[in-house]
C-alpha cells in the first residue's frame, strides 16, 4: 500500500452522508498515513445516513468557510442522497470542489458523491460512474457514463456504490499517492 504520510485530504460533506462511504474511506486513508479533515458548511456535528435510517454522528473538523483547497492534497466525496443535492445547492462547496478540478488534484466520489461534480460544468468528456440514477445527468453534463465498479480518470476516482468500496478506497489512496494529474 502506498505510503499518504505527507498527504492531506480532505472529505467535504452535509448532514445525510451515507455512513460507510465516508468512515470506510476515512479509515482506509489515514491507515496508508494521510491526513483526513472532514469539512463541512455546518460546524460541529453531522449525522450520517445509514442505509435506512439516521447513524452515527461525525465531528467537523474544519467549516467550509474556513477551509482552503490550497490546503489539502485530495477531495473525498461520500454520497447518500441528502448529502450531495445540498452540496450542490451551495456555491462555497461547488467553488471548492471546482477548485480541486482546476489544479487537478485527485478527487473519489462514490455513489451519489458525483452530483456535486455535475455543478462545476466540468465533466465535459471525462469518464466516470455513478449510483445508476444518476447516469443521465451526468451524461447531460458531458461526462462518459459506464457501469464499472470503479473508473480513473486523470486522478478522478469514481465508484457506483458501497459494494465497490474496497475497489473505491484503493484506486483513491493510488492516485493520491501519485499528487497532480494533469489533463490530456
Not at 455512513?19 to 479509515?27: D, F, I, W
Not at 496508508?32 to 456535528?45: D, E, N
Request: with cysteine; glycine share 8%; proline share 5%.
Amino acid at each position: 500500500m502506498a505510503n499518504l504520510s505527507d498527504r492531506k485530504v480532505a472529505i467535504l460533506t452535509e448532514e445525510g452522508f451515507e455512513q460507510v462511504e465516508l468512515t470506510s474511506p476515512k479509515a482506509a486513508l489515514e491507515a496508508a498515513g494521510a491526513t483526513v479533515h472532514v469539512i463541512s458548511p455546518k460546524s460541529g456535528r453531522i449525522k450520517a445516513w445509514n442505509k435506512t435510517n439516521w447513524g452515527i454522528e461525525v465531528d467537523v473538523d474544519v467549516e467550509l468557510g474556513d477551509a482552503s483547497p490550497d490546503d489539502y492534497d485530495a477531495l473525498v466525496l461520500p454520497g447518500g442522497v441528502l448529502n450531495p443535492d445540498k452540496l450542490r445547492q451551495n456555491k462555497d462547496a461547488v467553488d471548492f470542489v471546482s477548485s480541486f478540478l482546476d489544479d487537478g488534484k485527485p478527487i473519489a466520489a462514490i455513489c451519489h458523491g458525483p452530483q456535486i461534480l455535475i455543478e462545476t460544468r466540468m465533466l465535459h468528456g471525462r469518464k466516470l460512474t455513478s449510483y445508476p440514477s444518476l447516469q443521465t445527468d451526468l451524461k447531460n453534463a458531458g461526462a462518459k457514463w459506464v457501469n464499472e465498479e470503479v473508473v480513473v480518470d486523470h486522478g478522478l476516482v469514481t465508484s457506483r456504490t458501497p459494494a465497490d468500496l474496497d475497489a473505491f478506497n484503493k484506486k483513491a489512496i493510488e492516485e493520491i499517492a501519485e499528487g497532480v494529474h494533469h489533463a490530456v
